[in-house]
């Protein structure tokens, strides 16, 4: 299947490993161009030989910074994946009634919902140009309730509903703006020493591999295992292609039947 993504110049927010990374990888796979952008680069990031611009997109400027030093390179921008989010959570956050305070709260937000807006406001006179598309990568934890930190999935819902706003707006000017929504997915945030489940396993007194391994019955996946990054990415490749002209505000959940609703 010809997805018609060759040639064009795409921009992947965090994409130095994990989700973002596969992205890269698979739009290279296409034929795509494609720039990647986190704070710092690894060097599975630079073996892609993806064009890499660091910033700090959790800060008030960095979003803008970022997205003028791409276009800088080269004014065209068919696609922007914001993939950028997650964020480390205070140990004493855990244990909070709401998760942290406001400065948990403000982190959180910047993240996971601001930096998506503020670079999609940078990037859209190009996107415009381009009659692109952009892809929001949200969670399945906005729409499950049980899921937490709280200040993560309320940042994902307002990005949810960025999503679909965004493109009723833009869809006139052709561009289309849609979002996936992953479950417990293969990456550092889930499986690394240092990431959030296994400071939540350490708060609670267990096993890091066992919660791991409990995760996907917890999360109400109906497959037992996590989810690979590569299949993330392809839904994205799908949603940013120009032969689904009609996927337009929508937000794709590959989350193995974690969301509970019809
Ligand atoms: N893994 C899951 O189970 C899961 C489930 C649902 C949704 N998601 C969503 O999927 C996306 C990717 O998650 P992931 O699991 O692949 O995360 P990850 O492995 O932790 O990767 C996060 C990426 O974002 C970058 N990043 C983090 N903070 C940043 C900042 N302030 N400015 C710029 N870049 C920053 C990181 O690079 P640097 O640290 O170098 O900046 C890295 O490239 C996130 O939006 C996450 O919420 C993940």
């Known amino acids: 299947m010809d997805l018609e993504l060759a040639g064009k110049r795409v921009l ?134 049980g899921s937490e930190p709280l200040p993560y999935t309320a940042a994902k819902a307002a990005l949810n509903a960025f999503t679909r706003q965004l493109a009723e707006r833009v869809a006139p000017s052709g561009v289309r703006v849609n979002a996936v929504s992953p479950s417990a997915t293969r990456t550092s945030v889930i499986t690394g020493k240092d990431g959030y489940v296994a400071q939540v396993a350490d708060s609670m007194g267990v096993p890091h591999d066992a919660l791991v391994a409990a995760l996907p019955k917890q999360n109400g996946m109906l497959t037992d295992t996590l989810i690979e990054p590569a299949e993330i990415a392809r839904a994205v490749l799908l949603l940013a292609s120009p032969t689904m002209p009609s996927a337009i505000g929508a937000n794709w959940f590959v989350d193995a039947g974690s969301t509970k609703t019809t």
Do not use: K, Y
């Open 12 to 145: 992947v927010t965090g994409a130095s490993r994990g989700i973002g990374l596969a992205i890269v990888r698979a739009f290279q796979e296409e034929g795509a161009s494609v720039t990647a952008t986190a704070r710092s680069t690894t060097p599975e990031l630079e073996a892609t030989g993806a064009a890499f611009v660091p910033a700090d997109l959790s800060t008030a400027d960095g979003p803008r910074r970022m997205v003028e030093a791409v276009l800088s390179a080269d004014p065209r921008l068919d696609v922007l994946v914001n993939n950028a989010g997650g964020g480390a959570m205070p140990q004493e956050a855990l244990g909070d009634p709401l998760d942290g305070g406001d400065e948990v709260w403000a982190a959180g937000f910047a993240l996971n919902f601001e930096a998506a807006v503020r670079t999609v406001r940078a990037a859209l006179p190009s996107l415009t140009e381009a009659r692109g598309a952009v892809v929001n990568i949200s969670s399945d934890s906005a729409r499950r309730p």
